[in-house]
Nanobody, 130 residues
Framework: QVRLIESGGGFVQTGGSLRLSCAAS????????IGWYRQTPGMQRELVATITGRGDTNYGDSVKGRFAISTDSTKDTVYLTAHLQMDNLKPDDTGLYYC????????????????????WGQGTLVTVSS
């Protein structure tokens, strides 16, 4: 079973830093894109940052220059963790941060096959006080 487990949310004052992590596990063959989205009450979920399997990054306009996304993986690439370093945090960064991955995994069937999947984590809360 493919899973995304987030960690690292919390409470911080304006100008502070937090580091979020998203651990992907399961029979993952390849991760096309992994990243973070956030949601605040009454607003649609918005892009924070994504990174592709080749290392190409994309950031939401409001976080450019303050946030940085990266990944690390074990040698066999079954396990991968995405990190979001958030610096110079502002009250507008407050929200629920969700990890998202677009990946390919091994379905053991029967019959066995490779399948594409988009998966979301459960969310982690970030609160920035003014």
């Amino acid at each position: 079973q493919v899973r995304l487990i987030e960690s690292g949310g919390g409470f911080v004052q304006t100008g502070g830093s937090l580091r979020l992590s998203c651990a992907a596990s399961g029979p993952i063959v390849a991760i096309n894109t992994i990243g973070w989205y956030r949601q605040t009450p009454g607003m649609q979920r918005e892009l924070v940052a994504t990174i592709t399997g080749r290392g190409d990054t994309n950031y939401g306009d409001s976080v450019k220059g303050r946030f940085a996304i990266s990944t690390d993986s074990t040698k066999d690439t079954v396990y991968l963790t995405a990190h979001l370093q958030m610096d110079n945090l502002k009250p507008d960064d407050t929200g629920l941060y969700y990890c998202n991955a677009d990946l390919k995994y091994a379905d053991y069937g029967p019959p066995p096959d490779y399948r594409n999947l988009e998966v979301w984590g459960q969310g982690t809360l970030v609160t920035v006080s003014s």
